[in-house]
């Protein structure tokens, strides 16, 4: 399986998240706001975004995971949602119901969809695969 992915948050969950993605045979575009967090992906075959609209392939998925609601607010902007267009983004972030709707009716005005996808867990949880992760969207998004 060849497909590329947008992975936005290479932080202390975000990293083995994204290193179990690669694993399991997805292509990843990476930005993470410190670029020297990306390193290590780019070399085992990531490619390095920009920005996270750089992370976005038109109709595709982006996974993002950071750390509260302005920063995912901040990721999901009018530029983002755009370049996704009718794509789907999956936040791993933990995120009041208000920025959640918000996000959503942000990417609907683009024609994609939204998934609020908090995960839960630890680092060493990641890394092993044994995250608990709760989705909430409409269904046709979260499948």
């Known amino acids: ?14 990293l083995p998240i994204a290193e179990n993605l690669m694993a399991g ?5 990476v930005y993470n706001r410190t670029a020297e967090k990306a390193a290590g992906l780019v070399v085992k075959g990531a490619t390095a975004a920009n920005s996270p609209a750089e992370t976005a392939v038109a109709g ?17 902007s009018d530029d983002f949602c755009e370049a996704l267009g009718t794509g789907v983004h999956i ?20 024609g994609g969809r939204f998934v609020a996808a908090p995960v839960f867990g630890r680092p060493e949880a990641a ?7 709760c989705t909430s969207g409409a269904a046709a998004s979260k499948e």
């Not at 950071?66 to 995912?72: I, L, N, P, S, T």
């Not at 709707?101 to 609907?108: C, G, V, W």
């Not at 890394?127 to 992760?133: F, G, N, V, Y």
């Open 1 to 14: 399986m060849v497909e590329t992915l947008g992975f936005i948050g290479l932080g202390k969950l975000g």
């Open 25 to 29: 045979g997805f292509s990843l575009r």
């Open 60 to 76: 595709g998925m982006v996974v993002s995971i950071v750390a509260d609601d302005r920063a995912v607010l901040e990721v999901a």
């Open 91 to 110: 936040s791993m972030s933990t995120v009041s119901p208000v920025t959640s709707r918000t996000l959503a009716e942000r990417h609907a005005r683009f």
């Open 127 to 133: 890394a092993a695969k044994k995250l608990w992760i």
